[in-house]
C-alpha cells in the first residue's frame, strides 16, 4: 500500500467509526426526546400509551381549581380545543389564567392530562416559541391588546 492509500483507508475508517458512534448516540437519545403539542394536535396525533410530551397553550379562565395541599387542576387551550391538566405541585409565580404555559407529563386514560411540570412564560411579552408558533397557526393574536375567550366545557 502507497502512502495516500494508508491514509485515504484510515480517513475512511475514522469517518465510519465517527458515523457509527453518532447514530448509537441518536439511539440511546430517542427515548429521552419529549414532544410538544396542543390540545389540538391531541386529537390529531396517535400517541403511544404512556408517553411522555409536552402539552402547550393558554390556560382558560375561570379553569383553575386548587385542591388540598398542592393540588391544582385548569384547564390549557388554543382556543379551538381544551385538554383539563392535573399538577401536584407548586406552581410558577407567573401562572395565570389567559397566560401561556407549557406543562410536561402523560394523557391518562380519561383523557386528563397529569402533569409533573408546569412552565409559565417569565415577562409580559415572552412566550415559549413553539407554543407562539402553534398559537398562531390556529389564528389566535397574540401580543399586547390580545384577549383569550375559550370555553371550558
Given at each position: 500500500?502507497?502512502?495516500?492509500?494508508?491514509?485515504?483507508?484510515?480517513?475512511?475508517?475514522?469517518?465510519?467509526?465517527?458515523?457509527?458512534?453518532?447514530?448509537?448516540?441518536?439511539?440511546?437519545?430517542?427515548?429521552?426526546?419529549?414532544?410538544?403539542?396542543?390540545?389540538?394536535?391531541?386529537?390529531?396525533?396517535k400517541l403511544a400509551k404512556d408517553q411522555r410530551f409536552r402539552l402547550?397553550?393558554?390556560?382558560?379562565?375561570?379553569?383553575?381549581?386548587?385542591?388540598?395541599?398542592?393540588?391544582?387542576?385548569?384547564?390549557?387551550?388554543?382556543?379551538?380545543?381544551?385538554?383539563?391538566?392535573?399538577?401536584?405541585?407548586?406552581?410558577?409565580?407567573?401562572?395565570?389564567?389567559?397566560?401561556?404555559?407549557?406543562?410536561?407529563?402523560?394523557?391518562?386514560?380519561?383523557?386528563?392530562?397529569?402533569?409533573?411540570?408546569?412552565?409559565?412564560?417569565?415577562?409580559?411579552?415572552?412566550?415559549?416559541?413553539?407554543?407562539?408558533?402553534?398559537?398562531?397557526?390556529?389564528?389566535?393574536?397574540?401580543?399586547?391588546?390580545a384577549t383569550h375567550k375559550s370555553s371550558t366545557k
Open positions: 500500500m502507497t502512502r495516500k492509500q494508508r491514509r485515504a483507508t484510515l480517513i475512511g475508517g475514522s469517518v465510519l467509526v465517527l458515523s457509527l458512534a453518532a447514530i448509537l448516540v441518536l439511539f440511546a437519545m430517542r427515548d429521552s426526546i419529549v414532544f410538544f403539542y396542543t390540545p389540538s394536535d391531541l386529537s390529531e396525533q402547550g397553550g393558554l390556560v382558560a379562565e375561570k379553569s383553575i381549581k386548587r385542591g388540598s395541599g398542592t393540588k391544582v387542576q385548569f384547564i390549557v387551550t388554543d382556543t379551538i380545543k381544551t385538554v383539563a391538566v392535573v399538577y401536584d405541585g407548586i406552581l410558577p409565580d407567573l401562572f395565570r389564567e389567559g397566560q401561556g404555559v407549557v406543562t410536561e407529563g402523560r394523557l391518562d386514560k380519561a383523557g386528563v392530562f397529569q402533569a409533573d411540570s408546569v412552565l409559565a412564560k417569565h415577562d409580559e411579552n415572552y412566550m415559549p416559541p413553539e407554543v407562539a408558533k402553534s398559537l398562531k397557526e390556529k389564528g389566535v393574536k397574540l401580543g399586547e391588546g
